[in-house]
């Protein structure tokens, strides 16, 4: 995407100062019930923001489509915008920092790995919660998610960042019951890479939790002493 276009129609407009933000977002997700798939959701969308200094004041807009008339259509609304907004601006755009640090938020093999393998380890902890106990009855909200955004941002000043970042997160839970009493618990799992995560580990916790929340009983409305724990 030439984002040069955008900053020479805003300057030809007579946008004094301006700002774009290009932001792309995709989503996974994926979820068992008794072994199968019952939910797969793939997404993905794009979206620009922008804003600039047209005439004193400050305008907005944004767009959810990239197509070749997007610039134009954003410098249109933000001299709307602007003319339309009661308080001039008396800030400006942030031109940006001299110097930025460099960070690393995203994990290219992660999107590397197969659906297939994902999908495994999304079985392999669904069997696990239902072997932890005999108490357990059903394994539930068993799903995998995973997520992926890009951010480009761009001045009128010469500024340009990017930032790229992805992750993952497991969500497990246990339906556990005795003496005709049901409890459940749910436990979810984020990171980045893959391998550090333990189905097995992830399954004793919930389950361990759903049936530590059996047999409670009511008490008598008073003072007690009470240990709380960390979560």
């Not at 400006?92 to 640090?101: A, L, P, V």
């Not at 990171?191 to 929340?213: C, M, W």
């Amino acid at each position: 995407m030439n984002t040069s276009k955008f900053f020479e129609l805003a300057k030809q407009s007579g946008i004094s100062e301006c700002q774009l933000q290009i932001c792309k977002n995709s989503n996974t997700k994926i979820k068992l019930f008794r072994g199968e798939i019952d939910e797969f959701k793939v997404s993905q969308s794009s979206r620009i923001y922008a804003c600039g200094i047209y005439e004193g004041k400050r305008g907005f807009a944004y767009s959810e489509k990239l197509d070749s008339k997007a610039f134009e259509n954003l410098v249109n609304a933000i001299i709307l915008s602007a003319k339309y907004n009661d308080k001039p601006d008396i800030v400006g755009i942030f031109k940006g920092e001299e110097r930025y640090k460099k960070r690393n938020c995203y994990n290219k093999e992660l999107p590397a790995i197969s659906l297939e393998e994902k999908i495994a380890l999304l079985r392999k902890l669904e069997k696990s919660i239902l072997s932890q106990s005999d108490l357990v009855s059903e394994a539930d909200g068993v799903s995998y998610a995973e997520a992926e955004s890009e951010m480009t941002m761009l001045n009128s000043f010469g500024l340009k960042l990017k930032n790229k970042n992805n992750f993952f997160y497991f969500i497990g839970g246990a339906v556990v019951k005795k003496d005709g009493e049901t409890k459940t618990y749910y436990q979810d799992y984020f990171g980045q890479d893959l391998k550090s995560f333990d189905p097995d580990e992830l399954a004793k916790t919930v389950v361990d939790r759903a049936i530590a929340k059996l047999g409670g009983n009511s008490v008598d409305s008073g003072n007690y002493p009470v240990i709380l724990d960390r979560d």
